[in-house]
């Protein structure tokens, strides 16, 4: 009896009085696992990302919200207050400006995630030459915007133009794309489209390829074909992927001025000018203050969009 009270011995004792260090044992593994993930990294390992941070985002952030507010020039500021925020407001194009870019906005990120989607699904299908057709259609995205408006204006003209030449040969009269107030803007829009449905497509590729081949297996043990396969697996199972083509190209369609600036310069009158278009207008006029309080409009129209999209879709993923 006297050894079963021994720490350590065996017997009825000894084991009850086992659970409690057991028990010590585990919760100081994990306080030191949680202690070891913690000095993981020091504090003076964020040093450097937090300085190019502050410096290229936090400081001219800061610098656009003082200069909205005041009339300077490249040697003086003068406060006014919210006079360039008045002015901005009141001017003539704004409206118009402001609902453009919200549909440039929609149509090239809804174009985008359709046409990604459909060209990611035929690239990661069994056909001949697919990495030859990746590589063709990601083309346009490495291709300087600024050339991309100047050929387009060029195939887009009404007289000399490929497009409309092509049409005729179907004894179709082409319009004036980029000189027609009711066509300018869509054409523009899908000129965007062309060049930036490389990058959604890639994005869809990485995707796909990432959902494991046993869904579609099982799939197609239970008898589904084609479309079965892709609206049970491929298309909720890509939506992480949807998420992130229609946050970039979102922000990249509200954002959008040179493309715009190159084809149509925001004409005909009003019809195609943009948020950003409006700025660079003010800036060429030499109303700094007025174009700067117009950015931080961008910056506030932009945020109020994308950051509530931004939390529904990581709800979404987390969930």
């Known amino acids: 009896m006297v050894t079963e009270s021994r720490p350590g011995a065996t017997g009825t004792v000894g084991r009850r009085g086992g659970a409690a260090p057991d028990r010590a044992t585990k919760r100081g593994?994990?306080?030191r696992v949680r202690n070891t993930m913690q000095r993981?990294?020091?504090?003076?390992?964020?040093?450097?990302a937090g300085i190019?941070?502050?410096v290229i985002f936090i400081v001219p952030t800061v610098m656009s919200f003082w200069f909205s507010l005041t009339r300077w020039t490249l040697f003086e500021a003068k406060f006014i207050g919210l006079d360039n925020f008045r002015q901005f407001f009141a001017e003539?194009?704004?409206r118009s400006s402001l609902i453009n870019t919200l549909i440039y906005g929609v149509v090239t990120s809804g174009l985008k995630v359709v046409l990604g989607l459909l060209l990611g699904v035929l690239l990661t299908s069994a056909i001949r030459s697919s990495g030859l057709l990746r590589s063709v259609i990601f083309f346009p995205v490495l291709?300087?915007?600024?050339?991309?408006g100047?050929?387009?204006s060029?195939?887009?003209a009404?007289?000399?133009?490929v497009v409309n030449s092509f049409l005729g040969v179907f004894g179709v009269t082409g319009p004036d794309w980029l000189g027609n107030p009711s066509t300018a803007l869509l054409s523009v829009a899908l000129v965007d489209v062309w060049k930036g449905v490389g990058l959604a497509t890639v994005i869809y590729i990485a995707g796909i390829l990432a959902i494991p081949q046993d869904y579609y297996e099982a799939v197609a043990v239970d008898g589904g074909g084609a479309w079965a396969k892709f609206r049970n697996i491929t298309l909720p199972l890509s939506t992480p992927a949807t998420f992130t083509v229609i946050l970039l190209s979102l922000i990249g369609g509200l954002r959008s001025f040179d493309l715009i600036w190159t084809m149509t310069k925001g004409g005909p009158g009003f019809s195609s000018d943009v948020i950003a278009s409006v700025i660079y207008k003010q800036y060429q006029a030499g109303f700094f203050g007025l174009s700067t309080a117009g950015n931080v409009v961008l910056f506030v129209v932009v945020t109020a969009i994308v950051f509530p999209l931004f939390r529904f879709f990581n709800s979404r993923e987390v969930n």
Not at 40 to 48: A, G, H, I, Q
Request: aromatic share 14%; proline share 9%.
């Open 40 to 48: 993981t990294y020091s504090p003076l390992f964020y040093v450097p």
């Open 154 to 156: 060029v195939l887009l």
């Open 29 to 31: 593994r994990t306080r």
């Open 150 to 152: 100047i050929t387009f």
């Open 158 to 161: 009404p007289d000399t133009g």
């Open 143 to 148: 291709v300087s915007t600024v050339a991309v």
């Open 52 to 54: 190019i941070y502050l």
């Open 92 to 94: 003539q194009s704004l």
